[in-house]
């Protein structure tokens, strides 16, 4: 056996180190600029890699901007499911019910700055429109909105077994909760008129108050 042969199979030294910092880079020049005005050559610049090792690990642009949004989607939806699970998971009487939501509602509110990226890249997503292909906007739609929509809709609808809430459609109540607490008028975003503890908690419970007074069950 050579030593090519012996070498065969193995991972190159730093494969994994150079394809993660690729991805990082690619989230923030996607975000910085869309896609349409990215290039391969800023991801390069921006990752401190030559264009030759991005494509070694990617075929092409659309490839490398389908794993970066793919990857920011699934892990934005992991701990949005995990804020659901921590804020609600342990539920089961009337008395902590409001609490329990206005809890949750809060860190739905409150800014992640580790996915600043991926919501900037939502937003260029958002402002392209008919530039993005349709395919891989609804795998954009299954690794996150959609996947936390369920999440969140299965909370609600184990709520209504329960008997605290009442709910007849469990994605339309948990669509309902998320717009109602996500109400902040523009602010907070892109870190320019940040919302303070105060605000977001009179947010979130404002938010919350609202979403009782239509799923709350009726004597």
Known sequence: ????DSGRGRPRKGFPEKRRAI???SRKVFGRVGYQGASIDMIATEASVSTRTIYNHFENKEQLFSTVLIESSEQVAAA????VER???ATSSAAGLEADLVA??????????EFTDHFAIV????AEGENFPGDLHDAWQKAGPLRVQRTLAARMARLAEL?????????LAAQH?????????GRGRAGVDALSDAETHEIAAAGVHAFLHGYLPRS
């Not at 949005?80 to 804020?83: G, P, Q, R, T, V």
């Not at 949750?104 to 700055?113: G, I, N």
């Not at 937003?123 to 958002?126: D, K, L, W």
């Open 1 to 4: 056996m050579t030593s090519a």
């Open 23 to 25: 991805l990082d880079a």
């Open 80 to 83: 949005h499911e995990a804020m």
């Open 87 to 89: 804020c609600l998971g």
């Open 104 to 113: 949750l509602a809060e860190d739905w509110v409150r800014p992640r700055p």
């Open 123 to 126: 937003a260029r997503i958002n």
């Open 163 to 171: 008997g605290l809430l009442h709910v007849q459609d469990s994605e």
């Open 177 to 185: 909760f998320v717009v109602l607490v996500t109400n902040t008028w």
